[in-house]
């Protein structure tokens, strides 16, 4: 089950999630992710998914497979087993089982709502090839049994009515007395609670040798959760169980609970990390140009697959076999919290809901945000203005900069990075339109060296083209560009990030501030490992690089320092204790011998990341949470930009979200600030 549609009864809504998820998974067979021929007999319409809905129901189909086959594998010594599966809607399942000769001695039972079960067996008929794998039906179907074959029987019941359903498995020969395997992929979740507790306690007393399979979301009440939780509702097709279990722990504590004693539980990111092998991990990577790897992250820390079982010898744990090291999720310790406040403003602008963009302080008090995703002109779009907002009189007023040369391309660009190198001058490097684009050059901004500081409408800039010889070096995106001296003379070092032939990026230049020509500067000591949606930040001369996604598309934690020396530079590990969690798609400043990490995207799904202050003279790292209460909306810290105000020792955040799966595109509407002045002294 997957969607359903806005305003509909809910017996309709939920029975069109089943509809809308079997076109997206028809989409992902379409585009190679899953080997699947028989979606596209089973769907009637088609559409053309995202890149970013075909890896989430890749993981899905993938996970559910996983669990089936090894259900499969370990009971295949029985005479007899059987699969009964909650809430089939139009899956292939069994068509796909029988097809490769998986179903020698198991039955298949698909349960779904009587009209979906119906019009499913009509399907079947009149499919040639659906109905020659199924072979001679036996005569007419009666009641309940809208379709039955010798291995198959599809029955047309409300999961919610327990002793219906009882009575028309009895009815359909389901025995419980040999092994059986429950399949409920995203549907208890849509029964109260009571129901589904009961379902699931019935299946652990009612047979001796079960097995249960169970995938669905979890983590309702942080920002990603919440936005999933509306996008549900308001398809009437409410979440029941995220309220009492909204974590894998709950969810397991449930099992044992309603009877079961063996239950294993992940979520989707340590599945796919620890349970699908490597080659296969790089060919899901490499099947479309994708470049949404915080939503991807988000979405999988969003949804679990649980396996529990009760009289199976050996017993059936199907997600620990796979895994090195059984992990689990651990809480992350808070130091503290910073409460966020909405930004006191004194004009209201809409251009600063975005992600994807760069802010940066060109003069005191004065900000300048480019480029990104967003909202404009009441569309979604990338975003052509550039924004200034200026503090005067302790307020900020927000403004549409003017563009001198309004003709100039500008491009649109996301991910690229904006470095001041005067008070009238500022280079844009890199950025992309579309990740399957190559990616942007260089840029000048030029502004007036003076200007009206309190009318941000007064602010014009001016765009130069720019082929310098370096040129070649900015075709990236998700890079870092960070000041550094060496000899006195003023660097950009560009490090990282992706492009479109390459999905990460190891290396780096020396871009000279005056003439932007390559330098080559000797740089000794271990290099870190290649990496994208990192932070880098001026430090004593040279930069401090944290963060960032790795090769493999996994967080990483390392902090490096690339010292000045006398004759170049030298890269330094620096240690951090506790060692700090993996994170990227986060920002950065140094204060005060300070490193402050902001926001970002990380594994640990219990919680989401904050502010993080690493002391760079003893490497004590912190992690503090940041109190939302007093925000009516929620707060994405990813994709996100952030300016540290040194006197005030504020931070500002501007922009952030993303498209969130299926369930739309959340933009944080207004900029926040957070004061940081406790942290700083008490750190």
């Not at 506790?578 to 005060?592: E, G, N």
């Amino acid at each position: 089950m997957g969607r359903g549609r806005p305003g509909a009864p809910r017996a309709a809504a939920v029975q069109g999630t089943g509809g809308s998820s079997v076109v997206s998974k028809c989409s992902a067979a379409a585009r190679g992710y899953i080997q699947d021929r028989f979606l596209r007999l089973l769907v009637g319409r088609r559409r053309r998914r995202a890149p970013l809905v075909h890896r989430g129901y890749y993981i899905r189909a993938r996970a559910v497979d996983h669990c089936i086959q090894d259900f499969l594998l370990k009971t295949q010594s029985h005479p007899r087993t059987q699969i009964l599966s909650l809430g089939a809607g139009f899956d292939s399942l069994y068509f796909r089982l029988k097809d490769i000769g998986l179903l020698h001695h198991t039955v298949v039972y698909e349960v779904d709502f009587p009209s979906v079960a119906c019009q499913k067996a009509t399907l079947i008929k009149r499919m040639k090839e659906l109905s020659a794998l199924v072979g001679d039906t036996g005569g007419e179907e009666l009641g309940v049994i809208t379709f039955s074959g010798e291995d198959y029987k599809l029955l047309g019941v409300d999961l919610s009515e327990l002793s219906e359903l009882e009575r028309a498995l009895e009815e359909a020969g389901l025995d419980n007395g040999i092994p059986t395997l429950f399949i409920a992929e995203v549907v208890l979740t849509y029964m109260e609670n009571s129901r589904s507790d009961a379902l699931i306690q019935w299946a652990a007393e009612h047979f001796s040798q079960a097995c249960f399979l169970l995938y669905e979301q979890m983590h309702p009440e942080d920002p990603f959760g919440r936005v999933m939780q509306q996008h549900f509702s308001q398809l009437n097709s409410v979440l029941h169980s995220l309220a009492q279990y909204p974590d894998c722990e709950a969810q397991q504590r449930r099992f044992f609970e309603k009877g079961w004693t063996e239950c294993s539980v992940m979520d989707m990111n340590e599945f796919f990390t620890c349970c699908i092998p490597e080659d296969e991990q790089q060919r899901v990577q490499a099947l479309e140009p994708f470049d949404e790897y915080e939503e991807w992250h988000l979405k999988c820390s969003h949804y679990f697959v649980l396996t529990a079982s009760k009289g199976m010898e050996p017993s059936w744990t199907p997600l620990l076999s796979n895994m090195t090291v059984p992990h689990h999720d651990e809480t992350v310790r808070m130091a503290g919290s910073i409460t966020a406040a909405v930004c006191a403003m004194h004009s209201e602008i809409s251009g600063l809901r975005r992600y994807g963009h760069h802010s940066v302080l060109i003069k005191p008090n004065v900000i300048l945000t480019t480029g990104g995703f967003g909202e404009e002109d009441g569309q979604h779009c990338r975003m052509r203005n550039f924004h200034v907002l200026i503090k005067h009189a302790g307020y900020w007023k927000a403004g549409c900069v003017k563009k001198e040369n309004p003709d100039k391309r500008w491009d649109e660009r996301l991910y690229h990075t904006v470095s001041c190198l005067s008070n009238s001058l500022a280079l844009v490097v890199g950025g992309r339109t579309s990740p399957s684009s190559a990616g942007l050059g260089m840029l000048w901004l030029k502004f007036p060296e003076t200007c009206n500081a309190s009318d941000p409408n007064d602010i014009t800039v001016e765009l130069v083209s720019l082929q310098p010889a370096a040129e070649p070096a900015a075709l990236r995106w998700r890079h870092s560009t960070t000041e550094v001296i060496f000899k006195g003379e003023k660097y950009l070092f560009l490090y990282g990030g992706r492009s479109a032939m390459e999905p990460v990026l190891g290396d780096w230049y020396f871009l000279h501030a005056q003439d932007l020509s390559c330098t080559v500067i000797p740089v000794e000591g271990p290099v870190p490992e290649s990496r994208h949606s990192h932070s880098a930040c001026s430090w004593k001369g040279g930069v401090l690089i944290a963060g960032g996604l790795g090769a493999a598309e996994q967080p990483l934690g390392s902090v490096f320092f690339l010292r000045e020396l006398e004759h170049g530079f030298q890269w330094q590990a620096v240690e951090t204790h506790p060692p700090l969690i993996p994170r990227y798609s986060h920002t950065a400043h140094v204060h005060d011998g300070k490193l402050l990490l902001v926001g970002g995207v990380w594994f640990h799904s219990s919680s989401v990341p904050g502010i993080t202050v690493i002391d760079l003279m003893t490497g004590l790292c912190l992690d503090y949470t940041i109190n939302v209460e007093h925000l009516e909306w929620p707060l994405m810290l990813h994709n996100h930009s952030s300016v540290f105000l040194p006197n005030e020792k504020e931070l500002l955040l501007i922009g952030g979200g993303g498209n969130c799966f299926s369930f739309g595109t959340h933009l944080n509407p207004e900029p926040v600030l957070l004061s940081l002045s406790n942290i700083l002294t008490s750190h």
